[in-house]
Nanobody, 115 residues
Framework: QVQLVESGGGLVQAGGSLRLSCAAS????????MGWYRQAPGNQRELVAT???????NYVDSVKGRFTIFRDNAKNTVYLQMNSLKPEDTAVYYC?????????WGQGTQVTVSS
């Protein structure tokens, strides 16, 4: 069983920045990939960014150039640096870890971007 704990959400004005953290209860090298997803009210949960155990990253087009996913192996933590935030980035952000064939989710952290 892997536990993931997110933090760092909050309220920010458009154009501002936030950094989300996802702390894992296990060595993140054992996790095939970790990712950030988000879900806005009335919408399905969508992929935002992922990073593999080898460090390969992937982003949804709407955040490319604004968001960066990276990790600190010593802290077993994955981060999502979010810059140039827009009101449409408002959502609950979830951290996910996959150890094939299982998926583990955090509890989510709210990000609200005001215009």
């Amino acid at each position: 069983q892997v536990q993931l704990v997110e933090s760092g959400g909050g309220l920010v004005q458009a154009g501002g920045s936030l950094r989300l953290s996802c702390a894992a209860s296990t060595n993140i090298f054992s996790i095939n990939y970790m990712g950030w997803y988000r879900q806005a009210p009335g919408n399905q949960r969508e992929l935002v960014a992922t990073i593999t155990s080898r460090g390969t990253t992937n982003y949804v087009d709407s955040v490319k150039g604004r968001f960066t996913i990276f990790r600190d192996n010593a802290k077993n933590t994955v981060y999502l640096q979010m810059n140039s935030l827009k009101p449409e980035d408002t959502a609950v952000y979830y951290c996910k870890g996959r150890i094939i064939p299982y998926d583990y989710w955090g509890q989510g952290t709210q990000v609200t971007v005001s215009s």
